[in-house]
C-alpha cells in the first residue's frame, strides 16, 4: 500500500563548522550534564554554542516561562544556528509552544532534534508548517546513549538516512506501507489531542514511546488516542521501548504489547512492535515528517527511508 502525502521540508543539511546550539527549553540541566554532547559534536567538526542563560533554574525549570520562550525564539531567529541539539526534556515544552513566532523559523528552517518532552515542539512544526525534524536522543541523554546510535544522528544531520532492521516479534502485523512517519512520548501525544500541535494523523505512520507510566494510564491514553480516530486514519504504528513502566498491587492482567495489540487489532495496516527507540540507551534517530517505508515480514521488520 502506498500512501501519497505532501512531502515535509527538510532543512539544510549540516557542513564542517556551522553551529549546533545546546538550548534547555524545560528542565533545568547543569553545565556537567551537557558536557560530553558539547565535546561529542566539537569532535565532529562543528562549532557548538550554548548560552549561559540555559544554567538558570526556576524550580525545576530551566528558567522562568518568559525565560525559556525567549531563549528558544533567539535561536529560532538566527540564521547561524543551523541545528538546536535540545538539552533535556522533563515538562515545560507545553507551556511555551503557544507564545513562539515560527515565521522566521519555516522562512529559514534548521533541525529541530530531542525527543520525550520535546515531542510537544516536534510534532508543532510537523503538523502546522510541514517541516522535519530529527526525534533522537538530547544533549543530557548523550551521557547514557550507545554511541553507534550518536553516530547515526551526526549523519543524518549530514544528509545520510539509514534503514533500520530488526528482528520481527510475534505481536506483529506484516505488510508495507509507505508514508510520512510522525510520533514520540505517547503521554505527550495524549497532551496534545484537541489542540494545533496535532490535528491530523491522516495516512501517516506513527511511532510512540514511554517510560515511567503505569499500566492502566498507558491504556487510557491509547484508548483515548483510538477514540478521536487517530488510530484508524494512520497507515502503520511502530511501537518502540516503554521503559520503566509500573503495575499496581492488584495487577492490571495485562503486558504492555498485549494492550497495544488488544486495541490495534481491528486495523490491518502494519504494525512493527519492540523497535528500538525510547528512553534506553539504543535509541535510534528517526526524521519525522519524512516518507518512509515499513515493511513488516515475518522474521524481520525493516524502516527505510526514501
Known amino acids: 500500500m502506498t500512501i501519497n502525502n505532501r512531502n515535509s521540508v527538510a532543512p539544510n543539511f549540516l557542513n564542517k563548522g556551522d553551529i549546533i546550539e545546546i538550548l534547555a527549553p524545560a528542565k533545568f540541566i547543569l553545565e556537567k550534564d551537557i558536557s560530553f554532547a558539547k565535546s561529542f559534536l566539537e569532535e565532529l567538526g562543528y562549532k557548538v554554542y550554548i548560552d549561559k542563560s540555559n544554567f538558570i533554574s526556576d524550580g525545576v525549570f530551566a528558567g522562568t516561562k518568559s525565560d525559556r ?36 523559523f519555516v522562512r529559514n528552517p534548521k ?9 510537544t515542539i516536534i510534532c508543532h512544526i510537523q503538523q502546522n508548517f510541514k517541516i522535519q525534524s530529527i526525534h533522537a536522543p538530547m ?43 510522525i510520533g514520540g512520548n505517547l503521554s505527550i501525544l495524549y497532551s496534545l489531542v484537541g489542540s494545533r500541535s496535532l490535528t491530523n494523523l491522516q ?28 488510530l484508524s486514519n494512520i497507515s502503520g504504528i511502530i511501537v518502540g521501548q516503554m521503559t520503566s513502566m509500573h503495575d499496581n498491587e492488584i495487577g492490571f492482567g495485562k503486558e504492555l504489547n498485549q494492550i497495544i495489540f488488544d486495541i490495534t487489532e481491528k486495523y490491518n495496516y502494519p504494525k512493527c512492535f519492540d523497535f528500538p527507540l525510547g528512553h534506553i ?13 515499513l515493511s513488516v515480514a515475518k522474521d524481520y521488520t525493516t524502516l527505510s527511508y526514501l
Open 203 to 230: 495516512n501517516q505512520i506513527l511511532f510512540i514511546e514511554e517510560v515511567d507510566e503505569y499500566l492502566y494510564h498507558f491504556e487510557r491514553m491509547l484508548i483515548s488516542l483510538d477514540r478521536c480516530g487517530f
Open 111 to 119: 533541525w529541530l532534534i530531542g525527543f520525550s518532552d520535546i515531542t
Open 139 to 181: 544533549a543530557y541523554n548523550f551521557n547514557f546513549t550507545d554511541k553507534r546510535y550518536l553516530k547515526m544522528l551526526a549523519r543524518m544531520l549530514e544528509g545520510k538516512r539509514e534503514s533500520v532492521k530488526i528482528k520481527s516479534s510475534n505481536y506483529d502485523t506484516t505488510g508495507i506501507v509507505e508514508g510520512e512517519v
Open 281 to 293: 540507551k539504543e535509541n535510534t534517530p528517526i526524521v519525522v515528517g519524512s516518507k518512509v517505508r
Open 69 to 104: 520562550t525567549e531563549r528558544l525564539q533567539s535561536s529560532l531567529d538566527n540564521k547561524n544556528i543551523k541545528a538546536i541539539l535540545f538539552a533535556r526534556g522533563g515538562y515545560g515544552a507545553l507551556q511555551i509552544i503557544d507564545d513562539l513566532n515560527f515565521t522566521k
